[in-house]
């Protein structure tokens, strides 16, 4: 798993710490990691590279029609996650 995020570094890793759950991730792309943010594909993009895995084999989990506008702009199949719930009525496909 990653975390695709438009937070600085420093936010995401005091969060990670402050959580415990840096340890669930493989990988991390964070603000200073690409020059594009959300709505375009970049940060998703980075994140399916550093994991080695095709960004069409992705699922994303996104908080934002931004975020969601990104990840299914690079492929992925994202879930829109709402006030910290799933919306499955709102599920889509990346590749269609």
């Not at 890793?13 to 970049?42: G, M, Q, S, W």
């Not at 931004?66 to 496909?93: H, K, N, Y």
Request: hydrophobic share 40%.
């Amino acid at each position: 798993m990653a975390v695709a995020t438009g937070t600085p570094r420093a936010n995401l890793e005091r969060i990670l710490a402050d959580t415990r759950l840096a340890r669930y991730f493989r990988a991390t792309v964070c603000a200073e990691d690409v020059e594009r943010h959300k709505p375009n594909p970049d940060t998703f993009l980075l994140a399916a590279e550093r994991l080695r895995v095709p960004a069409r084999r992705c699922l994303a989990f996104e908080d934002t029609s931004t975020g969601f506008a990104a990840a299914t702009a690079a492929g992925m199949d994202c879930v829109p996650v709402e006030a910290g719930e799933i919306r499955w009525d709102r599920l889509q496909s990346g590749e269609g």
